[in-house]
């Protein structure tokens, strides 16, 4: 969505560039290939525009890779010339070193190529994939577009290196692959899991210690509906598994969901617990938990806060997890403040009847029709906060208009879990957008869209909840304005970037705001 | 007359002749302008444009309309918005003026508007209908008045010469020639390699372009050269001058010392609005690009001073007897302490807040009980909090940049960095120092008592 929305507008810009009086400009051709931010973990450092800037023969083109700082302004541009299926798929930078992972579509390779302080190319990393294996990035990584980088990303190691995770597929294996890409030496490693199942799904959660943790899921085959969960600790300089621990050892069973380096150089792993036989992609969470893991996989401390005993202290909430007037909640993020607190992000979901459905039921003589009895309703936000010692200090609902999504028939029996992946990953209908956080801990935001009907104002909102120095405040920007259009698109923490078109003065005016 | 650096010794000179000497008034009047005078201004700039669009070719009419009505927005605004018509700096500026002209009466017949500006840029222009503007930018470094009467005598050896009609008129015939259009409908129906042809394209007509205005520079230089040594100015000026326009850059004048003039007791300046980041490219080389020596250096504007001045050395030497003051040394310096502030204003009028903060502060430095200083500082800080809390700061304010100096991109760091609550409290605690000082000015007390609910809010 994001890189779509700064494509289209900078297409719009080349546009009003090249529709201008200057016969030379209506004769050249530069097309924007792909366009997005650069970060440093959630931070934005910078943004790139690859442009088509010529096309050579029929098979090879010019291009133009542009890379701005975080104010927009140009620091390079790269020429170089190669094939005309070549795009950029994703970047990061690690604090000296940027990367970037362009796609071949035509000759099937990911080419990594790191860039230095210097601006000048260190190294390059190629992985050759295999036709099998393109189909199955087409179904997942290639298809995704996931804000928060779940399953995918690249993941800078601070001045060392890069983590990348990409689905790869291995025989008849459908499985991930990670990757280190150093940016001191020309050093690689790749970790893929392929024994003890037929499919995985591996998250990074992050890097401790000289030891890489991945949240790995494992499926006995394709139709595998409650896969095994496990930590999995790889070494950062070799890439060898040094551990796999199964989140099911404890007294409950554990999903992860984040990793933080905290009290007194500890890693801990934030999830949602299920009963010790649930399943924890269809069953009702729990509630929180709080893993303390050591470099060697050992548990070294447990704490689990419930819905009904911890939770319920500050939110009408149910054992299995559902809040008055807010229905279940999704996790989309939780972190760590420099000061020990902990704070998850969840939005609110529930099963609604679904006027449509009803009514095609009984058109059609009570026979299902195509569409679903129920349908589902996403609520509020929701923030908690806990103490670093785990304890749940404060539970706060943001009010938010509610969206509906109808559902096609037969969901109505599947469970509400399950919907929620569903609705973050099929249908997009949640309003969380992103979570950002400065790098030494000590402010966050937390940015979602909403939509107002209001005397004053009535459209779409970008609203944020920021945290800076203990403090908590709402922000909203209305993105309805006097432009013609208006995209609001991610900036280093604490800022967005503005942009408003004007058609009638062919003017893009692109600014800088911070989020109060 | 586009000007970069000034060496630091002479600016840290100017700068404290500026503020030091400067036993500062309680509260500084702005010059008032003689509407009489813009009035006229404008009404000959509309005649000229009258005149100018009656006599376009047809052929290439649409082109012509396009540039002139693009030149007239910027001259009326320039007029209207950003000239110096207060009697006494005009009068002083005209003095000069006539002087030139008296020696040289072939110029009598131009029909000029010459004035000072309000910009802070140190620049000159002749806009090429007759309207010459000197900013206040420039006039703040220059020296003496034979370096002001150069500026004048080159901006007008542009007009006399007819530059600017001459470069429009040669760009609206290149883009309508015949080999101009046939290459770019060629073009056009190529597939492969087009925007290299074309980059060459139009590479020809910038360099062309270019070289042309280079040629200017060289050929205004010439003539202001004559016109100047008529005059009875030390010709010595010009070197100066030029060695000036080389070198100017405003990062010399007195380093801004955020962490002290926005310091409280109460309040404290917090390193973090300051402190640097990792960055991308961190150490990427200032000359880091594609371009060659010899290609940024044809693509300049104006060529290298040094090389200006190298060409006119012989003539300079010969002709170093006159002087460096005729009309008035102590108005010359008022209107530079003058202009200083006339510009720190003129940004607030046009929106530049952090440019208006920035030179606010720098008076403020310098003369801890400049009144006009501390208003505007205050007046200014308040200005920022409204904008960031409508979430339009962004278009108000400049961007850290590799174009601006170390100094001014501190404070644009700062106030990228600054939240809302971090603003209101520096303007309170601001405001609370300086309310002794300023117990008498009731402007200032409006922004403080803003300040202060802010801050509460």
Redo the contacts between chains.
């Keep these: 969505m994001k890189k779509s929305i700064i494509a289209a507008v900078l297409l719009l810009f080349v546009l009003s560039v090249t529709a201008q009086k200057l016969s030379i400009e209506n004769v050249q051709k530069v097309t924007l290939r792909n366009a997005d931010a650069i970060k440093e973990g959630s931070e934005v450092k910078g943004y790139y525009f690859f442009y088509v800037s010529d096309k050579i023969d029929k098979r090879t083109n010019e291009y133009t890779l542009q890379i701005t700082d975080n104010n927009l302004k140009k620091l390079k541009d790269i020429k170089f010339v190669d094939s005309k299926d070549v795009k950029i798929l994703e970047s990061s930078f690690n604090g000296t070193d940027l990367i970037f992972l362009f796609y071949n579509d035509d000759a099937l390779t990911f080419d990594y190529q790191v860039y230095g302080a210097d601006g000048k190319k260190k190294y390059s990393y190629q992985r050759q994939l295999t036709k099998k294996e393109r189909r199955f990035l087409e179904n997942t990584y290639l298809r995704m577009d996931d804000d928060e980088n779940n399953y995918k990303g690249i993941y800078p190691i601070d001045g060392r290196g890069f983590i990348s995770n990409t689905p790869s597929r291995e025989d008849k294996d459908y499985t991930f692959q990670v990757d280190f890409f150093s940016t001191e030496k020309r050093k690689q490693w790749s970790y893929i899991p392929t024994i003890g199942a037929k499919k995985f799904i591996g998250d990074y959660l992050g890097t401790f210690n000289g030891v890489v943790f991945l949240e790995v899921l494992k499926f006995t085959g394709m139709m595998d509906g409650k896969p095994d969960s496990y930590v999995v600790g790889l070494d950062l300089e070799t890439g060898k598994q040094l551990f796999e621990k199964s989140t099911d050892e404890g007294k409950y069973k554990f999903y992860p969901a984040s990793m933080s380096i905290l009290n007194g150089d500890k890693a801990y792993i934030f999830g949602e617990y299920f009963d010790p036989n649930g399943n924890i992609i269809k069953d009702k969470s729990h509630g929180f938990a709080f893993i303390g893991m050591d470099e060697k996989g050992k548990i070294v401390s447990e704490k689990y806060c419930g819905w009904d005993l911890e939770l319920g202290k500050f939110l009408e909430v149910t054992s299995k997890g559902k809040i008055a007037d807010f229905g279940f909640m999704y996790l989309h993020n939780m972190f760590q403040t420099a000061n020990g607190d902990i704070y998850a992000v969840g939005e609110g979901f529930m099963k609604v009847a679904s006027a449509l459905g009803i009514a095609s039921t009984v058109l059609s003589g009570g026979r299902q029709g195509v569409v679903s009895n129920v349908k589902v309703k996403v609520t509020d936000l929701i923030m908690i906060k806990f103490d670093k010692d785990f304890n749940v200090k404060e539970a706060k609902i943001y009010d938010k208009n509610s969206n509906k999504q109808e559902l096609p028939s037969g969901m109505e029996f599947v469970s509400t879990p399950l919907i929620g992946k569903l609705l973050k990953y099929s249908y997009g209908e949640f309003d969380y957008a992103y979570t950002q956080m400065n790098k030494d801990n000590t402010a966050f935001t937390v940015c979602y869209s909403d939509y107002v009907k209001g005397k004053d104002y009535k459209g779409s909102t970008f609203n944020a909840i920021s945290y800076n120095d203990g403090k908590i405040t709402t922000d909203k920007i209305n993105t309805k304005s006097e432009a013609t259009r208006s995209s609001v698109l991610p900036a280093q923490q604490g800022q967005v970037l503005i942009l408003d078109y004007y058609k009638k003065d062919k003017r893009l005016d692109a600014h800088f705001e911070k989020l109060n | 007359m586009s000007v970069k650096t000034i060496p630091f010794l002479i600016l840290i000179l100017l700068i404290s002749r500026l503020y030091s000497t400067a036993q500062a008034p309680a509260i500084y009047a702005f010059q008032q302008d003689d509407t009489l005078v813009r009035n006229n201004y404008l009404e000959e700039v509309a005649s000229k444009k009258k005149m100018l669009l009656s006599g376009v070719p047809k052929s290439a009419a649409s082109?012509y309309k396009?540039i002139y009505e693009s030149q007239f927005d910027e001259i009326n605004d320039l007029v209207k918005t950003r000239s110096v018509t207060a009697p006494v700096a005009q009068e002083y500026l005209q003095s000069m003026v006539k002087q030139v002209i008296a020696a040289n009466p072939e110029l009598a017949k131009l029909h000029t508007r010459i004035f000072f500006t309000r910009d802070w840029w140190p620049n000159a222009a002749s806009m090429g209908e007759g309207t010459i503007g000197i900013n206040a930018g420039l006039m703040v470094f220059l020296h003496n008045e034979a370096e002001l009467v150069f500026v004048i005598c080159h901006e007008l050896a542009h007009y006399y010469r007819d530059h600017t009609q001459k470069s429009i008129d040669k760009y609206v015939e290149t883009?309508n020639s015949e080999v101009f259009?046939s290459e770019?409908k060629r073009?056009?129906k190529v597939?492969?390699?087009?925007?290299?042809q074309?980059e060459a394209?139009?590479k020809g007509?910038a360099f062309n372009s270019r070289r042309h205005s280079r040629d200017n520079e060289a050929e205004a230089d010439r003539y202001a050269f004559a016109f100047m040594k008529k005059t009875g100015y030390d010709a010595g000026g010009i070197k100066t001058c030029l060695e000036l326009l080389d070198k100017v850059d405003d990062s010399l004048l007195t380093t801004l010392k955020l962490e002290q003039v926005l310091n409280f007791d109460q309040y404290p300046f917090k390193p973090k609005w300051i402190q640097k980041?990792?960055?991308?490219?961190?150490?990427?080389?200032e000359d880091?690009?594609?371009l060659s020596k010899k290609e940024k250096d044809s693509l300049k504007t104006h060529p290298n001073c040094q090389q200006r001045i190298a060409f006119l050395a012989d003539s300079i030497n010969s002709a170093k007897t006159g002087k460096m003051f005729i009309v008035n040394e102590d108005l010359f310096n008022n209107l530079k302490k003058d202009f200083f502030r006339e510009m720190t204003e003129q940004c607030y009028r046009k929106n530049n807040l952090s440019r208006n903060l920035y030179y606010s502060l720098l008076l403020l430095q310098d003369n801890s009980e400049d009144q006009m200083a501390v208003y505007s500082v205050a007046r200014c800080l308040n200005q920022l909090y409204e904008n960031?809390?409508n979430?339009?700061?962004?278009?108000i304010i400049d961007?850290?940049?590799?174009e601006y100096p170390a100094q001014y991109n501190l404070l644009l760091r700062m106030l990228?960095r600054?939240?809302?609550e971090e603003i209101a409290a520096i303007n309170q605690n601001f405001c609370r120092k300086y309310a002794g000082l300023m117990k008498d000015n009731p402007d200032f007390a409006k922004e403080s008592t803003k300040a202060f609910q802010l801050n509460k809010s």
Excluded: P, T
């Design positions: 082109d396009e883009v259009q770019l073009l056009s597939q492969f390699g087009v925007n290299k074309l394209l139009s007509i980041e990792s960055a991308i490219f961190s150490q990427l080389g880091d690009n594609q960031q809390k979430h339009k700061l962004g278009l961007l850290e940049g590799k990228k600054l939240r809302l």
